[in-house]
T-cell receptor, first 112, second 114 residues
Framework: QKEVEQNSGPLSVPEGAIASLNCTYS??????FFWYRQYSGKSPELIMS????GDKEDGRFTAQLNKASQYVSLLIRDSQPSDSATYLC????????????FGKGTRLSVIA | DAGITQSPRHKVTETGTPVTLRCHQT?????MYWYRQDPGHGLRLIHY???????DKGEVSDGYSVSRSKTEDFLLTLESATSSQTSVYFC?????????????FGEGSWLTVV
């Protein structure tokens, strides 16, 4: 069974703090990893992708990948109330256009 | 904007009736997907298509069929709707990005089966 696991939360952080979201996956051969943000009643939107071990930064977001541990994380620096949403981890467990497998999401609440 | 339009956006239907959801894309992408999203289950793949008349089943395909007679349209049909098919349905298309691909979602179709 190909699985992506996330803590459902809610994760509550104060405004300005760093939010850390974590994800593990079952398929050791997975190559592509993505983070989506989903506001209530809206569709998921892609915010980060990562393909290689290490860190990838984009503005206030940093994705971290450790393939040996089968672990992906997303850090949000200087968290804002507008970051309050559900964050979905998605993994391509095949090649090319293999459908992504999604975690159930972590709900983040940033408290002003 | 990934150029995806889903219709209808909201629908209430009765148990046992057939329902068709439409996904329309304007950018000629080969790969298209239908996911459903439910509390406690997250996003689950129903069916996907890798070209005109080429489709395959996903994790939760029972009770659903799909058709893709032209590149721009991917139809999801519930042959006889049941209450367990009350859900939000998302269509998605695949983009090549860097060394891999990712997907972009349409706005969703909210379906209630009563």
């Amino acid at each position: 069974q190909k699985e992506v696991e996330q803590n459902s939360g809610p994760l509550s952080v104060p405004e300005g703090a760093i939010a850390s979201l974590n994800c593990t996956y079952s398929d050791r051969g997975s190559q592509s990893f993505f983070w989506y943000r989903q506001y209530s009643g809206k569709s998921p939107e892609l915010i980060m992708s990562i393909y290689s071990n290490g860190d990838k930064e984009d503005g206030r977001f940093t994705a971290q990948l450790n393939k040996a541990s089968q672990y992906v994380s997303l850090l949000i620096r200087d968290s804002q109330p507008s970051d309050s949403a559900t964050y979905l981890c998605a993994v391509n467990m095949g090649s090319g256009n293999t459908p992504l497998v999604f975690g159930k999401g972590t709900r983040l609440s940033v408290i002003a | 904007d990934a150029g995806i339009t889903q219709s209808p956006r909201h629908k209430v239907t009765e148990t046992g009736t057939p329902v068709t959801l439409r996904c329309h894309q304007t950018e000629n992408h080969r790969y298209m997907y239908w996911y459903r999203q439910d509390p406690g289950h997250g996003l689950r793949l129903i069916h996907y298509s890798y070209g005109v008349k080429d489709t395959d089943k996903g994790e939760v395909s029972d009770g659903y069929s799909v058709s893709r007679s032209k590149t721009e349209d991917f139809l999801l049909t519930l042959e006889s709707a049941t209450s367990s098919q009350t859900s939000v349905y998302f269509c998605a298309i695949s983009y090549q990005m860097g060394s891999g691909n990712t997907i972009y979602f349409g706005e969703g179709s909210w379906l209630t089966v009563v």
